[in-house]
């Protein structure tokens, strides 16, 4: 799948041809090896130009032939081919030239690229490292610092940016293809011996090793146990220390241990899964390609607090007029200046002007009669959101969308209190609002195919990735999430400390611990609801045992902490101690070691040892546990919805795919085989106990995650 014509009298033109992107299957490598040599081999041809159909260069290596038998021309030799060539080649880059398609281009003697081409190496992200010559050329092309960031991160690069790093010739406003036939015209018959990259010097660095060093020091930091940023640092240190022949041995060594690596598998799944996820259906029917969103003019974003401030900044930056509102005009003006001064680092940063004169600032609710939507960011409390339904209701136009960032009430509640519940949903984003990936779009069994497109449409253009899930409490993410800081507080009464949970959590890739994270996010927040549950403080059933609430184990550690006025980070205090009120940086805390024995000795507990397998066991399996429910309850449609949410939402390490992913790796009758063990050992704790569909997953040999669908159709058909 390449076609091939002359054009110009003597200009061969090699289009790839694999819509969406082009990307280099076995055909499409087949294809660039036959009209190669159709090229060289026709006289009247001087000069090649390489494109791709419409618009886009090439996406590189088809992932979905990743794992299976290769056939095909292999890669290096074709790209070899290519540069040996005694005819100039030259790439024309339109829209993207990435892994496989960059490493193609490089093999080219000349690159023109169209001024919004975005070029890079991201094969890291996908577990592995640009092993087609990338890890060899680019560093020969552009020097090792340059070289080291590109393919250590994958990030992309815009054209004007790949100019300047010499990656690309030229850059074009213009038609690509035809400005790259007129280059090819010019530069017909000239000497290619300074155009081949791969016979470059790698331009001098003056301590390689240290540069090579620095840089392994920080991916290490950074990679959280993901093993293809190291390799990607020792294979451009290969391109800096040894000839190019000896550097591609390099590449491909280090190539065959990520390609075949767990890790691998589960960032090319979950690079999968996050396309899937977009493609949403609903057990209405409603599914995203039938599902029409309608048009946004103007919205609007009602609490101006932690979360409608970054849900504002995101709405304005993604272009869209908002209008907010508070209760008083001083909780108005101070939220104006939080908004201005995160628009303003925002737009420094980009190098572009501050959307400022996107949003307009209002006390009176009566001020949202003409906006098409309207997320509402105000205190978690039913009452208060049910109130403010009820007026948004009154004063809407008809068809305004009304949607709730709620972390967890029931949307389908809030539902009932508009005149129309077909266009209420829950748009759940994450703090800060403004950085965080992840959208939890919850539907109700009344929300109207439009209200979900609609949300999840205004998901993608504010950046988000989206997900649809159903509306339960806690929706998906944070009824998993209870789980597993539930288990963690377990693991403390049994006779762990925070230090030892955190560590095992984050040596598993975490980039911080549970009660990091408590302490980071507050704990009051929390211990607010839970007294609102009657979980916590004065309103608990009098007579009822301190460990146990509603006939299950309960922790009541945090709400100990919370009546110490230890609420983290903000206080200074929390399950770590910090320096000062605000302090970031957690340091384990004596006293609280000393609480945790008091607490354990007046209540009987005996402190064992506890060790890192203990504890990840204990909070993945049980948080995995409650995953199992949420697929078989359908409020997740498929185990995809799920990892995205915890690597989008909750820093669940990439390269471990997702917790339902994960399961599968670790086996899903060990899964099961622990959860068994667990809950004989802790049989008032009833989340433990192992969940139906993953007894029948089990029970049908396993089935690797992609077939899961199947198994809960059978399930829900037979309910
Ligand atoms: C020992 C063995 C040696 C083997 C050596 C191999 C070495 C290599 O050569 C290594 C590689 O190239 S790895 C691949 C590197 N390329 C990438 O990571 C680019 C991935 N794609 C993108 O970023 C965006 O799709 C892109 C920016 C291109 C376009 O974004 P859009 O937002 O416009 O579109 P998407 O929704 O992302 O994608 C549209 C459809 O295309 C599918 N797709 C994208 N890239 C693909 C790719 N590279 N391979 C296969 N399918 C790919 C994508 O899944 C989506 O499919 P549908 O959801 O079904 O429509
Ligand atoms: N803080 C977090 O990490 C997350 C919070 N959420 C949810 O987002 C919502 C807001 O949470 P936060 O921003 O943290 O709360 P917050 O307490 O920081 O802000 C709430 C704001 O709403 C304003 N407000 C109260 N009643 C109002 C009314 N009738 N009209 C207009 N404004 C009114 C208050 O003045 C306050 O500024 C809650 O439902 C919460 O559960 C969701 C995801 C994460």
Known sequence: MAQYSRISGSVGLITLSNPPVNALSAAVRQGIVDTVEKALGDPQVKSVVICGQDGIFCGGADIKEFGKNMS?????????????????????????????????????????????????????????????????RLPRLIGVPAALDLITTGRHVTAAEALQLGIVDQVTDHATVDAAVKFALSVAGKPLDTRRISTYPCPHVSDVDALCENVMQKVRKSAHGAIAPIACVQAVRAAATLPYTQGMEREKELMATL???????????SFFAQRAVSKWRIPSGARWDTSTPRPLHKVAVIGLGTMGRGITVA???????????????????????????????????????????????????????????????????????????RQ?????????????????????????????????????????????????VVYGPQSSPQAVATAMQLGKKMGKVSVAVGNCRGFVGNRMLKLYTEQASFLLEEGATPDLVDQAIEEFGFPMGVFKVSDLSGLDVGWRIRKEEKLAGLSVASGQSTRIREGRRYSPLADLLCEQGRFGQKTGRGWYQYDKPGGRVARSDPWLHHFLEEYRAQHGLVARHIDHQEVLERCLYAMINEGFRILEDGIAAGPEDIDVIYVFGYGWPRHRGGPMFY??????????????????????????????LLRRLVARGSPPVHKWREVIKNLHSQL
């Open 663 to 692: 399961s599968g790796m670790v086996g899903l009758e060990k899964v099961l085989e622990r959860l068994e063990h667990y809950y004989q050992a802790h049989p008032d704790v009833p989340h433990l106990q192992p969940c139906r």
């Open 72 to 136: 095909g021309p292999p890669l290096i030799p074709m790209i070899h081919t290519i540069e040996c060539a005694t005819k100039p080649m030259v790439a024309a880059i339109e829209g993207s030239a990435l892994g496989g398609g960059l490493e193609l281009a490089l093999g080219c003697h000349y690159r023109i690229a169209h001024s919004k081409a975005r070029l890079g190496l991201p094969e890291v992200t996908l577990g592995l490292l640009p092993a087609a010559g990338g890890s060899q």
């Open 259 to 269: 390609y075949t690596s767990g890790q691998a598998r589960a960032l090319q799944y």
């Open 392 to 440: 948004l209701s009154a004063v809407c136009k008809p068809g305004t969308l009304l949607c709730t960032n709620t972390s967890g009430l029931d949307v389908d509640q809030l539902a009932s209190q508009s005149r129309n519940p077909e266009l209420v949903v829950g748009m759940h984003f994450f703090a800060p609002a403004h950085v965080m990936k992840l959208l939890e």
């Open 315 to 389: 709405l304005a930056q993604a272009g869209l007029p908002v209008i907010t509102v508070e209760t008083h005009e001083k909780q108005l003006m101070e939220a104006k200046r939080a908004v201005s001064d995160m628009l303003n680092r925002g737009a420094k940063r980009r190098g572009v002007a501050p959307p400022l004169d996107k949003i307009s600032y209002s006390c009176n609710l009566q001020d949202l009669a003409d906006v098409d939507l309207v997320i509402e960011a105000v205190f978690e409390d039913m009452t208060l959101k049910k109130k403010v339904f």
